[in-house]
């Protein structure tokens, strides 16, 4: 291998973690402006344009207070789960498809990190193990509000597990691939000339449970139990002070946001593509990625709007709509899928 | 390359294994176990058998462990304490099973070396080949497995709701 071969794997593993975590501060300022446009305020506006660099603020803040690790904490734990919480949330993009591949230099260059042929369970795999990021920040701290946040959202992580991997094997089945690449293949091009065939047409119960599932794997709202403010002070990070370490917790909820966003994007809306889309060259390329982008841009919006709109359920609430609502849809759509698939409709 | 990744795994994946059984803490002792068997999952790769390694991720490492931990948070379990003396013939057993796994071991050497067995081509990489022998030749073996789950369900049901009789 030459250089320049070296160079562009570097680049394919550089560039999409310097824009996961871009988008991560840019989602902490629309968070913030979107709860202000939606409550009628104006929410940050201060700081640069429209409040832009408020983000950068922010971190250079996190960055100069103090880092108190309570005395009574398992440091060694307490210093790991924040960086458990991150990686496992940053990794995670690794496998997605953002856009079609870049000719350059005479050779084509696959926008994606890994193409691995166990694509989707591969991202199953590393969300099974965000988890322990939330579980031992709340052992760890020996604190009885963050060991609560940990037991409930260990509980709520498993349980929705169950119905998010049954909604995406719908998905599997159609594209009979775990490899998302595949995944995007078979959602180009149309039904009856203008309805694109994406897996949310046929799937669209599946989509409806993978996505309410993904709420319940990030922890947001309506779903946020494990840091319930209002029973529980913070949750698993109340006592992660403002330093570094709650920001990385900060951070991992954003990336865990934008990942499952391009995931939904990719497994039910085509991916990168678009009906009548083909893309060659440069161009092609970079038109390839802003679709995808745009795309899950519309996601992350929704997981906002959804925060400042719904209020929180409460703990037995949640368990039922796992239990007894999400996942026999969730078979039900594998069962509807298994018959399409059988009579060979899609 | 890929050798030297294989030892390492290997060798990560004994070692935690060790801490797992060494450690007084509970909760510690399990998350020795979820970093070795990450190790494993490694070198289930390594053998290029990909599937099985994220399967053993997810099941093992993503749900069984998180349940393991959670009920030693719930009864907030705390350091192990030696509360006696052990008996004398536990020590003769021990000492008998060492004796044992280190036959084991060295006919194992002695049989394979130190070679890496070449995977089944059948069975690399790709899941539709697994999948097949799965459910034709395997068929019987896996759906009999799967009525030993529900049976285990069952039970556990039963268990559960006899605390509740009045």
Not at chain 1, 64 to 70: L, N, S, T, Y
Not at chain 1, 306 to 317: A, E, M, S
């Amino acid at each position: 291998m030459t250089l320049l071969d070296w160079l562009i794997i570097a680049l394919r593993v550089l560039v999409p973690l310097g824009a996961l975590i871009g988008a991560a501060g840019l989602m902490s300022w629309v968070e913030r402006r979107g709860a202000g446009l939606i409550q009628d305020r104006p929410g940050p506006n201060r700081v640069g344009p429209f409040g832009l660099l408020q983000p950068l603020a922010d971190a250079i803040k996190f960055l100069f207070k103090e880092d108190i690790i309570p005395s009574s904490a398992d440091k060694v734990l307490y210093v790991l789960a924040p960086g458990i919480a991150l990686f496992s949330a940053l990794t995670t993009f690794a496998v997605i498809p953002y856009g079609a591949s870049l000719p350059l230099a005479g050779r084509e260059i696959p926008l994606i990190g890994a193409d691995v042929s166990i694509g989707v369970l591969y991202v199953f795999a590393l969300t099974s193990l965000s988890v322990y990021g939330i579980v031992l920040a709340g052992w760890s701290s020996n604190n009885k509000f963050s060991l609560m946040g940990g037991l409930r959202s260990s509980a709520q992580i498993i349980s929705y597990e169950l119905a998010m991997t049954t909604a995406a094997a719908g998905v599997i089945l159609s594209a009979s691939s775990f490899r998302l690449t595949d995944i995007v293949a078979v959602q180009s091009g149309t039904w009856l000339g203008f309805i694109p065939r994406w897996n949310v047409f046929p799937q669209l119960l599946g989509f409806v449970v993978f996505f309410i599932s993904t709420f319940a794997e990030t922890n947001r709202v309506p779903f946020d139990l494990a840091e319930a403010d209002a029973e529980l002070v913070a949750g698993y990070h109340t006592e992660y002070s403002s330093s570094m370490k709650f920001a990385m917790f900060f951070m991992a909820e954003y990336v865990n946001m934008t990942v499952a966003s391009a995931l939904t994007v990719t497994l039910f809306f085509g991916g990168w593509t678009l009906p009548g889309f083909h893309p060659h060259g440069v161009l092609g390329a970079v038109l390839s990625i802003l679709v995808f982008t745009g795309k899950t841009v519309f996601f992350l919006w929704l997981f906002v709007w959804v925060r400042w709109t719904l209020p929180r359920f409460r703990y037995d609430q949640l368990m039922r709509i796992g239990w007894k609502a999400l996942l026999p849809l969730a078979l039900l759509n594998l069962l509807w899928v298994g018959g399409l698939v059988t009579l060979g409709w899609i | 390359m890929a050798r030297l990744v294989f030892d390492a795994a290997a060798a990560l994946t004994i070692l935690f294994a060790a801490v797992m059984v060494v450690h007084r803490h509970p909760v510690k002792s399990v998350l020795a176990l979820v970093v070795s068997f990450f190790g494993l999952a490694v070198c289930y790769v390594m053998l290029s058998a990909p599937f099985i390694a994220a399967i053993q991720v997810i099941v093992y490492a993503g749900a069984i462990l998180v349940l393991f931990l959670f009920v030693l948070m719930l009864l907030n379990v705390g350091e192990e304490t030696r509360e006696r003396e052990p008996w004398p013939f536990q020590r003769i057993f021990s000492g008998v099973a060492l004796v044992v796994f280190a036959g084991m071991l060295l006919g194992l050497l002695r049989a394979h070396g130190s070679a890496i067995a070449t995977p089944r081509a059948a069975l690399t990489g790709e899941i539709a080949p697994l999948a097949r022998l799965l459910f034709s030749r395997y068929l019987l073996p896996f759906e009999a497995l799967s009525v030993l789950l529900l049976a285990a369900l069952v039970g556990a049901f039963v268990l559960a709701q006899r605390e509740n009789r009045p």
